[in-house]
C-alpha cells in the first residue's frame, strides 16, 4: 500500500492518493492534480518534496509549472524539515505499532481510516503535532 500525500501547513487539510501499486512521475501527477482542484486563485501554492528520482523528473517539474504550483526540493536526509513526515510517524503510530492484521485488507482498512479521520478523531493530537516550529541549530559548535 502506498500514500503518497500533501499536506496544507496552514489548514491542516490532507490531500492523497493511494494506491496497492507503485508510486512513480505519474503518481506525483495525479496528487498535483488533486492539489490544483483545491487551489484559490491568486494563492500561491508550494509543493514541499524529498528528493525522489520520480520527483526531480521533466515530465513532473513541467506539469508543475503548468499547474502554477511551484516544486520545493529539500536537501537529501532532512525528513525533519517537512511537516508531512510527523504526520506519517503519528499514522504508523496509530495504526502500525503493535497492532497485527491478519490480511491485507483489514491492514489497509485500518490505515485509511486513520486517514478518513484525521480532521475529526485526530484532530486535536493533530494540533499540537503539526505545528510549523521546527528545530534549527543556528547556534552549533561543532568540534573536530
Known sequence: MNVLGALNAISKELVCVINDTVVNAET?????????????????????????????????????????????????????????????KFIKKTCLNSIY??????????????????????QASLSQLLTLRFQTFEYLKLSA
Request: glycine residues 2%; negative net charge; proline residues 6%.
Open 101 to 122: 492484521y491478519s490480511d491485507f485488507k483489514s491492514f489497509r482498512k485500518a490505515i485509511t481510516q486513520c486517514i478518513d479521520d484525521l480532521p475529526t478523531v485526530h
Open 28 to 88: 506525483v501527477r495525479e496528487l498535483l492534480d488533486k492539489i490544483a482542484m483545491q487551489m484559490v486563485p491568486g494563492v500561491a501554492v508550494t509543493v514541499i518534496l524529498d528528493n525522489a528520482r520520480y520527483q526531480h523528473c521533466n515530465y513532473v517539474t513541467e506539469y508543475a509549472v503548468s499547474l502554477g504550483i511551484e516544486l520545493l526540493f529539500l536537501p537529501p536526509y532532512s525528513p525533519n524539515l517537512n511537516l508531512i513526515e510527523r504526520l506519517w
